[in-house]
């Protein structure tokens, strides 16, 4: 049911009191109306606008969509990260501010301006490997993922940014053979039984889980990294709230040194990594 008699400002108010949050329900109204995701203020200039009834008809079924929990970058196709604009749907996972914390720290690992050859793991969208290869041109960036789709997606990205990123199909490492001076990763980590699944139905469940205990990927990458890695390379890896004692006993286990963590903006210890000194 539409209701083309509203103004904006009812028509968000409706919106709120259906369930939906403020700034949600700001982003599918900019979307129905074919405006920026980030033009809020428009919004509140133009509050006592009556809606088109064109734009009610289009708006009522994404406040049904994100009711019923499909996440906003789904409906919208589109997802900011690292000041990148992606493509994003369902083939894919909903790239999450958190993911940030890895591309950060892997920008701090290497000098700027000194070309590298840089992979980034179950790359997905691409958001990791095209946020480095935009802060970093020197680096030659890998993104791979064992996902076509997901490969698909993040090509798609990649030629709209008209970045140089090249995108390999491979279970992990099984199809490279290296050197890399630095690999990334956000990879599945989620328990196979953990209750927070149901909340995420919308998603890729191949991109969430990973085994009894969520570590199942992270150990294979950790098993291959050292054969991949140049001398003194960095892994780093981005996990579950609760795993990264579990991620640093398991790097220092397969030979890396200063092994660390980081956290992320919410105090977190989001992301583990080492170095290994060996190479391959």
């Known amino acids: 049911m539409t209701h083309p008699s509203l103004t904006l400002a009812q028509s968000l108010q409706r919106a709120h009191a259906l369930g939906l949050a403020r700034i949600d329900a700001q982003v599918l109204h900019l979307h129905a109306l074919g405006r920026e995701p980030h033009d809020r203020a428009w919004l509140l200039t133009h509050d006592s606008d009556v809606m088109p009834t064109s734009v009610a008809e289009r708006l009522e079924p994404l406040l049904h969509r994100r009711l019923a929990g499909e996440p906003i970058a789904y409906i919208t196709g589109i997802k900011e990260f690292f000041g990148l604009r992606l493509h994003i749907d369902a083939r894919v996972l909903d790239p999450r501010p958190d993911t940030e914390t890895l591309v950060e720290w892997a920008l701090e690992r290497l000098p700027v301006g000194q070309p590298a050859r840089v992979l980034d793991l179950g790359t997905g969208s691409g958001a990791v490997a095209l946020a ?19 490969l698909a997606v993040a ?65 294979q990458i950790i098993a291959q990294a050292p054969s991949r890695l140049a001398p003194g390379g960095w892994l780093l890896l981005e996990h579950g709230w609760d795993q990264a004692d579990a991620v640093q006993a398991l790097l220092r286990g397969a030979g890396f040194v200063q092994v660390q963590s980081r956290r992320d903006l919410a105090g977190i210890e989001r992301c583990t990594g080492g170095c290994f000194q060996s190479g391959g």
């Open 132 to 150: 480095l290869q935009h802060e970093r041109p020197s680096w030659q960036l890998t993104a791979v993922d064992a996902s076509a789709d997901a």
């Open 155 to 219: 090509s798609v990205n990649a030629k709209r940014l008209g970045l140089p990123v090249q995108c390999v199909l491979s279970h992990w490492m099984d199809a490279l053979a290296g050197p890399f001076e630095l690999i990334v990763s956000n990879p599945p980590y989620v328990a196979d039984g953990d209750p927070h699944l149901a909340a995420l139905t919308h998603e890729p469940l191949s991109a969430l889980t990973s085994g009894a205990d969520g570590l199942d990927d992270i150990r």
